[in-house]
């Protein structure tokens, strides 16, 4: 099976991998996936008071189309609000990506990951005021 | 420097000596004959070149020519030894013991000739349970009468059931978690009812050889046949029919240096063993396999065979030493690594590394100038993990982690040490990129960690 010029791009100049200080109470967490299952995705998003996302790191381990689709959100969600965020669908990411039907998971974890990140910054936030 | 790509996926299959290619070529043009023509030069010319190989292909596993049937293959050969002895055999017994971790040619036969069995099993019941009912019976509702009319204990079904004669039973064994098979658990599942123990002498993907002279041993002691799928080991391995009394052995020629698409199957005479041929035709190979022989392939098939019995020792000792050279340089180099399978009853030229906290379709792309393969799910169209590796009890993230190389005639010492610079930029480049390994680095427990599966 070959792999999307994009998929190679994203693979091998990956955008934004690293690690934020989840502590950092603007920081958003999302830990998606299962070693067993062959990916597990990280992807963590800094959100400003106002609800913006300025900053977005992934560390991802899975396959090459797993790596990109974790790459490419990266970039996607920066500058976006979280409600924009939110929006971004797994069916958007395979597109862009053009991923084959067998790797169509890794554009739903991608999803999953934005969106679990999103909610642990809003669960943070609640737990601070509240 | 090393020409690129490189080629470290033996087991998969290897490329045409040019000393075979060399053999075979006349046979495609001027020799053309077709073997089985009795009458003149050209059929005699192509039958002596037939007899020539198949005495070639006979001396690389210590048999006698005569005991070589030339198939398509050795998934064919598999069929035919598995199946023909079942269907020839069925009056004596009708259960195999083989092993999980064997080629799917074999376990996708015996699941067959299960579900042939099954199948069967299934029509008895209906047709008793019309008996029972005295109306008819929607096979849609088996399960449910089944358990009405308590056929389980019926004697009637009984009866009928221990004398079918349709497909088998089969025991698959789990073996060790170095991947050889336990011999006491095979003896133990040894019954009145077996007729065949199949078990294969190497492993296309972890290279464990087994201990097919004890199992062979074992087999003739307790009157069961034995058939080895030799594939992977034949001519890589010290191996005969002889000392690993075996009764039915597959061969491969593209696995040696030869023509893909072409196989044998080895049948004993003394005593004789005989299976039920699979294709009917014209009756050629003593009416075994019909069909008018692939001389061509068969000259590459014996050719292939004559060079890899010359050159066994010389070239186990070459690969044998490569093999160390890959695994010190990348052992050296890269923590968490675990061989899979065991690294003394192993191929010379296999290596099955499982890379943790990298997955393994991610590395084969990290170093795309290099074809291995990998034990990752994403590889298969299954999304399963390699089953080999499950059966060894290797965890699934391992599996997912493991990466085959695989060594030939044509490797060479540049080409290792390019791979395994590759492979560690490879594997680090990934565990930056991997929270597993960043996680783990950190002294967290991943199995600790409820993950959310998808
Ligand atoms: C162990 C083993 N058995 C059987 C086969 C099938 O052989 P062939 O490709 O000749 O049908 C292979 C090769 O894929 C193999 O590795």
Redesign the interface.
Known sequence: MA?SDKV?EH?EH?KN?G?LDKNDPNVGTG????????????LQLKISDEGVIEDAR???????S??ASSSLVTEWVKGKSMDDAMKITNKEIAKELSLPP?KI?CS??AE?AIK?AIEDFRAKRAARQG | MVKLPIYMDYHATTPLDPRVLEAMQPYFTDDFGNAASRNHVFGWKAEAAVEKARKQVAALIGASDKEIVFTSGATESNNLAIKGVVEFYKDKGDHIITVATEHKAVLDTCKRLERQRQERIDELKLQRLMELTGEDVNPEDLASLEIKHQLDADPVLKRWVDKLRVGARVTYLTPKKDGLVDLAELEAAITDQTILVSVMLANNEIGVVQPVAEIGALCRKRGVLFHTDAVQGAGKVPFDVETAKADLVSLSAHKMYGPKGMGALYVRRKPRVRVLQQIDGGGHERGMRSGTLNVAGIVGMGAAAELAQQELVAESARLTALRERLWKGLSARLDYLTVNGSMSARLPGNLNVSFA???G??LM??IKDVAVSSG???TS?S?E?SYVLRALGV???MA?SSIRFGLGRFSTEAEVDYVIDLMVRAVTK?R???????MAKEGID?KSIE????
């Open positions: 792999y190679i693979f990956s991998v690690t830990l998606v996936g299962a070693p067993a299952c062959g990916d597990v995705m990280r992934f560390k991802t381990f899975g396959c090459g797993a790596i067998v998971h739903v974890l999953d679990a | 906290f990298a997955e379709e991610a792309m990290a990752s799910a994403c169209a999304l993990p965890d699934e993230e997912h990934l930056d990129m991997s929270p597993l390994y960043e991943l993950w959310k599966a998808h």
